[in-house]
């Protein structure tokens, strides 16, 4: 029988190229802001109740970090922290404009690198890898909805 190919391996790999393209979108044109920073921007733009020690949970780092970036965003006019109305002890972090187009000029830019790489490849082979990813992200969305019921 012949022996299975080793799709993890194979999966880690195009991870790996798929990040490789996404990264190289973000630094062909020098972003005004770190790695890190932009992730930041990321997370607080997809989850707009956001507080700095929300923020240190998500990056898996001590408050006082996430407060030093938000304190290096706000500077450079990309975060504003903004006391929650229900709840004035509460400091909800908020992108502002100049971040939210920052965010859409990297999506767009990473949109295209990815397209330049299907382009390269065969229609069929195309919507093979979009069948494929969509169950993938079915996949794990059932394992990360298991997981959370166990917990």
Same mark, same amino acid.
């Given at each position: 029988?012949?022996?299975?190919?080793?799709? *993890? *391996?194979?999966?880690?790999?195009?991870?790996?190229?798929?990040?490789?393209?996404?990264?190289?979108?973000?630094?062909?044109?020098?972003?005004? &802001?770190? +790695? !890190?920073?932009?992730?930041?921007?990321?997370?607080?733009?997809?989850?707009?109740?956001? $507080?700095? $020690?929300?923020? *240190?949970?998500?990056?898996? &780092?001590? +408050?006082?970090?996430?407060?030093?970036?938000?304190?290096?965003?706000?500077?450079?006019?990309?975060?504003?922290?903004?006391?929650? +109305?229900?709840?004035?002890?509460? &400091?909800?972090?908020?992108? !502002? +404009? *100049?971040?939210?187009?920052?965010?859409?000029?990297?999506?767009? %830019?990473?949109?295209?690198?990815?397209?330049?790489?299907?382009?390269?490849?065969?229609?069929?082979?195309?919507?093979?890898?979009?069948?494929?990813?969509?169950?993938?992200?079915?996949?794990?969305?059932?394992?990360?909805?298991?997981?959370? %019921? !166990?917990?």
């Amino acid at each position: 029988m012949d022996q299975s190919p080793d799709f *993890a *391996a194979a999966i880690d790999a195009a991870a790996e190229a798929f990040v490789g393209v996404l990264d190289g979108a973000g630094s062909r044109q020098r972003m005004p &802001v770190s +790695p !890190t920073q932009l992730r930041v921007l990321s997370l607080i733009s997809g989850r707009p109740v956001t $507080n700095v $020690n929300g923020l *240190a949970e998500l990056l898996d &780092v001590v +408050p006082s970090s996430a407060s030093r970036l938000c304190d290096r965003l706000e500077a450079v006019g990309l975060l504003r922290r903004v006391v929650d +109305p229900r709840d004035r002890r509460e &400091v909800r972090l908020v992108p !502002t +404009p *100049a971040a939210e187009a920052l965010l859409r000029e990297l999506k767009a %830019r990473r949109l295209r690198a990815v397209q330049a790489v299907l382009d390269r490849m065969p229609p069929r082979t195309q919507h093979e890898l979009l069948l494929g990813l969509l169950a993938f992200a079915r996949a794990a969305a059932s394992e990360a909805d298991s997981s959370a %019921r !166990t917990a």
